[in-house]
């Protein structure tokens, strides 16, 4: 099964297929909105705004298993992302993305691209320090590690590049208008 047979339920629980991004460039990210990176969500709506008539989508799906930072609702997460971000992308239903009730979308995701590291730098320094805490081998798995792991997918629903949330979302950026 590729990107396209793959879907998830709304904020509302309906479920959308990936199917319906056929040709488009979609950003797959898992948020929270009490966490350190929560301020990337300004990043993604300014692509969003920049991308979107081009053919750009964001898949944003509300996680809470990164240290509890998205504890409230769907409608809460939903009210706070657009009052505080104004964000127009849709939301999907918070879900848990790693474990044995991970949805399938993100357990597709890692299969396509596993974890190749943070970077350098303090947030990357920072956020070995965090996962080696949760996880001794986290080097070694494809798992996500943290809040704002995004994933790349092209307009033929390839899994082009997994983006830690210590990327620079300038690169971020540049990739997403390179496959427009």
């Known amino acids: 099964m590729g990107f396209y047979e793959q879907s998830v339920l709304d904020a509302s629980g309906n479920e959308v297929s ?30 969003y705004e920049k991308y979107h008539e081009q053919g750009f989508e964001i898949v ?8 509890g ?13 657009t ?10 239903k918070k879900s848990d993305i ?5 949805i399938p979308l993100f357990t597709f995701l890692k299969s396509q691209k596993g974890f190749e590291g943070f970077g350098k730098g303090p947030k990357a320094m920072m956020m070995s ?16 590690k943290w809040n704002f792991t995004k994933f790349l997918i092209n307009k033929d629903g390839e899994v082009i590049e997994r983006f830690e949330p210590t990327h620079d979302m300038a690169d971020v950026d540049a990739k997403v ?3 427009l």
């Open 60 to 67: 944003d799906v509300p996680c809470n298993q990164f240290a």
């Open 129 to 144: 320090g965090i996962a080696k805490k949760m996880d001794k081998d986290y080097k070694n798995n494809p798992d996500i």
């Open 177 to 179: 208008e390179a496959l």
């Open 83 to 92: 009052l505080k971000y104004k964000t127009q992308f849709p939301q999907m």
């Open 98 to 102: 790693n474990g044995e009730n991970a």
């Open 69 to 81: 930072q998205a504890p409230g609702t769907d409608e809460e997460i939903h009210e706070f992302c």
């Open 18 to 47: 990936m199917s319906e991004y056929k040709g488009k460039v979609v950003l797959v990210v898992n948020t929270a909105t009490g966490c350190g990176f929560t301020p990337q969500y300004e990043d993604l709506e300014k692509m």
